[in-house]
């Protein structure tokens, strides 16, 4: 037989025991809605806890510590950095080189006019800051092509210069206008006399300039906040200089173990685990997101395993009642089995038909039931949407809402099902095709 006679006659087939084969497909149309929606629910829950870990940091970041001091760990110079970057997984890798300037004392004096910086300064690969996220709310980011005297200016930076000769600190007034303006103003940074040197020469001063003003963002690190952000190399220059100027030897018996700390991202937070045991391999202290993200994943996923459990139960009790249907259906059409082994129909042509009418009943109630599912979908959400205003949560339980749906559980959903039906069809399937052809001819 064609496979076109086939899917007609089980069609037909179907056709005419309506009642029966409707009350079948609502079955799979239950189970299959069921699981759709209960998988939907365990992947909103998914989604609002990744929104939720992600507003407390990126979570693709990992942070490396080498406070430790420990001269048998391998340096965490560029070379080490250079190996980080090589990996497939991560797409930025970013020094910090710190340092604090304050009244009266510090390695260079960072000035505007009469006014004097008085906070943190951080050394970074200026070009790396866009992979970060940081973004500008004035001028723009470093492309490359700038000279190293430049600096980016944190959200709240301008109120750490004071007057230097009233003693006057301007943050602590936040919301009058700052003493200095980050894109108007001229900017000069001066090396400092350490107490030990009495030399009359006149120290080094560079001219620098403000690219921009950070966004304000507590969640990167280092915070683009209260800091000043300077290319790493012209950092290190200048605590050359103030060395050299000072006459301050180093000591060469010192270890050099490289950074204090840097930081990797990764191109997918699924990367990060894999990256940062890497990372610890060289016996370096580490801190992501991962720590609290993967316990709260496991937990979700067995949520999500939990639901799918249970309205599979549904689909369970769809399968049985698809068996059911075709037994029955079976004892009914003895007579037509027979006839067709008489007329020469092959066993498989036979045991195809069968299978054919159990899998169109799962594929039914899938593609019925998938749709429905949308249904409930968004009744979920509206009304867990109003809920959560009522209750002043302001949360809809995701980023799609308390039950998301995504395309590919609906064609997973629809293929199970049509699968738990040929399943379901297949024991009756083999039953037909063992009935003996003479006896089924005669039995009325």
């Known amino acids: 037989m064609k496979l076109k006679d086939m899917l007609l006659m089980a069609l037909s087939n179907l056709w005419k025991r309506k009642v029966r084969t409707l009350l079948t497909v609502v079955g799979v149309v239950i189970g299959t809605c069921a699981i759709v929606v209960m998988i939907s629910l365990g992947i909103g829950m998914q989604q609002a806890t990744d929104a939720a870990l992600a507003q407390m940091g990126d979570l693709t970041l990992i942070t490396i510590y080498n406070w430790s001091g420990n001269a048998d760990l391998d340096p965490l110079d560029d070379t080490m950095l250079e190996n980080f970057r090589s990996l497939e997984e991560v797409t930025a890798v970013m020094p910090i080189y710190s340092t604090y300037i304050y009244s009266g004392g510090g390695q260079f004096t960072l000035e505007s006019g009469k006014y004097t910086y008085d906070g943190q300064i951080y050394g970074v690969n200026m070009k790396d800051l866009e992979a970060f996220g940081y973004s500008v709310t004035e001028g723009s980011l470093p492309d490359g092509t700038e000279q190293e005297h430049v600096f980016l200016m944190g959200s709240q930076a301008a109120y750490s210069f004071y007057d ?5 600190h301007v943050y602590q007034y936040a919301g ?14 001066t090396i400092n006399k350490s107490y030990e040197n009495t030399t009359t020469k006149r120290p080094k001063e560079y001219k620098i300039s403000c690219l921009g003003v950070l966004t304000e963002d507590y969640n990167k690190n280092p915070y683009p906040v209260y800091a000043i952000f300077m290319d790493i190399n012209f950092l290190k220059e200048l605590e050359k200089e103030y060395n ?11 270890v050099d173990t490289g950074y204090e700390q840097v930081v990797v991202k990764c191109a997918d937070m699924d990367d990060v685990a894999e990256v940062e045991e890497y990372i610890k391999s060289f016996g370096y202290e580490t801190n992501s997101m991962e720590s609290i993200r993967k316990p709260i994943q496991e937990q979700a996923r067995s949520q999500q395993m939990m639901l799918g459990g249970l309205a599979a ?13 075709m037994i029955m259906s079976i004892y009914e059409r003895t007579r037509e089995i027979g006839v067709m082994k008489v007329l020469g129909c092959l066993v498989r042509d036979i045991r195809a038909t069968f299978l054919m009418e159990a899998g169109l009943i799962g594929l039914m109630g899938g593609i019925i039931g998938s749709g429905l599912s949308y249904l409930f979908s968004f009744l979920i959400n509206t009304f867990s949407t109003q809920n959560a205003q009522n209750n002043y949560l302001g949360l809809t339980g995701g980023i799609g809402g308390t039950s998301v749906i995504p395309f590919w559980l609906v064609l997973g959903a629809t293929a199970f099902a049509t699968l738990i039906g040929l399943i379901s069809g297949f024991y009756p399937a083999n039953r037909a095709v063992k009935i003996s052809a003479l006896s089924a001819i005669k039995q009325d």
């Open 164 to 168: 230097a000769k009233r003693n006057k």
């Open 176 to 189: 009058d206008d700052p003493f200095v303006d980050a894109m108007e103003d001229k900017f000069t940074i």
């Open 244 to 254: 050299s100027f000072n006459n301050i030897k180093q000591d060469r018996n010192k």
């Open 313 to 325: 139960i549904s689909l369970l009790v769809a399968a049985i009642g698809i068996a059911n249907t």
